[in-house]
């Protein structure tokens, strides 16, 4: 069982940055793949970017090539997105995602269906 709490969300200026984490509680965080996902209304969740279970490798959506990194920390459980030029279409809930079975490949995003555990959520406003 693996438990994700986000945090860091919050309203930003275009051009900012901010800095998400994902503490997670439970032994499967370092053998998973880690993602974060956002969403905003009527639209689907899709993947902004994951790592796998070592720290090898990353994915990111085309739309935050360049502006958006993720990393994690093993020791502390935690994942991290962060976020720079931000622009006014990143505004969406942003979730923390757990994938224990290390599907995980380079180049490939993690797929909402493969999900094993989501965090609660975090708003991002960017405005313009």
């Known amino acids: 069982q693996v438990q994700l709490v986000e945090s860091g969300g919050g309203l930003v200026q275009a051009g900012g940055s901010l800095r998400l984490s994902c503490a997670a509680s439970?032994?499967?965080?370092?053998?998973?793949?880690m993602g974060w996902f956002r969403q905003t209304p009527g639209k689907e969740r899709e993947s902004v970017a994951a790592?796998?279970?070592?720290?090898?490798?990353?994915y990111y959506a085309d739309s935050v090539k360049g502006r958006f990194t993720i990393s994690r920390d093993n020791a502390k459980n935690t994942v991290y997105l962060q976020m720079n030029s931000l622009k006014p279409e990143d505004t969406a809930v942003y979730y923390c995602?757990?994938?224990?079975?290390?599907?995980?490949?380079?180049?490939?995003?993690?797929?909402?269906?493969?999900?094993?555990?989501w965090g609660q959520g975090t708003q991002v406003t960017v405005s313009s």
């Open positions: 439970g032994r499967p965080f370092r053998s998973s793949d």
């Open positions: 995602a757990a994938e224990t079975a290390r599907s995980l490949t380079p180049g490939q995003a993690l797929g909402v269906s493969s999900i094993d555990y």
């Open positions: 790592i796998n279970w070592s720290g090898d490798f990353t």
